[in-house]
């Protein structure tokens, strides 16, 4: 049995949600993996970076850009807690990746229902994983919010 798949890798992005949590940010986390290999770490940086750009999938987008050397990610994996909004959505058309798997979706503002086919068509999509456990961090955040 392959002790590398998309449980372990998204209890990674877990880890990288709870570091966001800590730090006051929207937890969601993400991790890019490439042959079983997590090749990039993220969280959401928008509050530090006063930026709201600064979402976990970008930010490992470019670090994972940078480890390969190429803005192509399409043998890669992006794990991201949450389903991605439009503009990570749309990023991942830019860098091919090559497989999106998310933790819980985000009914307000996934890509899914605002526009399913913005990620490029050699991408593959799936989720939930580890539903339970990424919406309850968010649960959470905003429940201490309130």
Request: aromatic letters at 12%.
């Given at each position: 049995?392959?002790?590398?798949?998309d449980?372990?890798?998204?209890?990674?992005?877990?880890?990288?949600?709870?570091?966001?949590?800590?730090?006051?940010?929207?937890?969601?986390?993400?991790?890019?993996?490439?042959?079983?290999?997590?090749?990039?770490?993220?969280?959401?940086?928008?509050?530090?970076?006063?930026?709201?750009?600064?979402?976990?999938?970008?930010?490992?987008?470019?670090s994972?850009?940078?480890?390969?050397?190429?803005?192509?990610?399409?043998?890669?994996?992006?794990?991201?807690t949450?389903?991605?909004?439009?503009?990570?959505?749309?990023?991942?058309?830019w860098?091919?990746?090559?497989?999106?798997v998310?933790?819980?979706?985000?009914?307000?503002?996934g890509?899914?229902?605002?526009?399913?086919?913005?990620?490029?068509?050699?991408?593959?999509?799936?989720?939930?994983?580890?539903?339970?456990?990424?919406?309850?961090?968010?649960?959470?955040?905003?429940?201490?919010?309130?």
């Amino acid at each position: 049995m392959n002790p590398f798949n998309d449980e372990y890798f998204m209890r990674k992005a877990l880890d990288e949600a709870q570091t966001a949590f800590e730090k006051d940010e929207v937890p969601v986390g993400a991790v890019i993996v490439y042959n079983n290999k997590i090749i990039a770490r993220g969280h959401n940086l928008c509050e530090k970076l006063i930026d709201f750009t600064a979402h976990a999938e970008m930010q490992v987008f470019t670090s994972a850009s940078y480890y390969l050397q190429s803005k192509y990610l399409n043998e890669c994996k992006l794990y991201v807690t949450l389903e991605p909004c439009v503009m990570c959505a749309g990023a991942s058309f830019w860098t091919r990746i090559g497989e999106i798997v998310y933790g819980t979706s985000d009914p307000k503002r996934g890509f899914k229902k605002t526009n399913p086919s913005i990620v490029h068509p050699s991408t593959k999509v799936k989720g939930p994983v580890l539903e339970h456990e990424c919406s309850q961090i968010l649960k959470r955040f905003f429940n201490a919010k309130r």
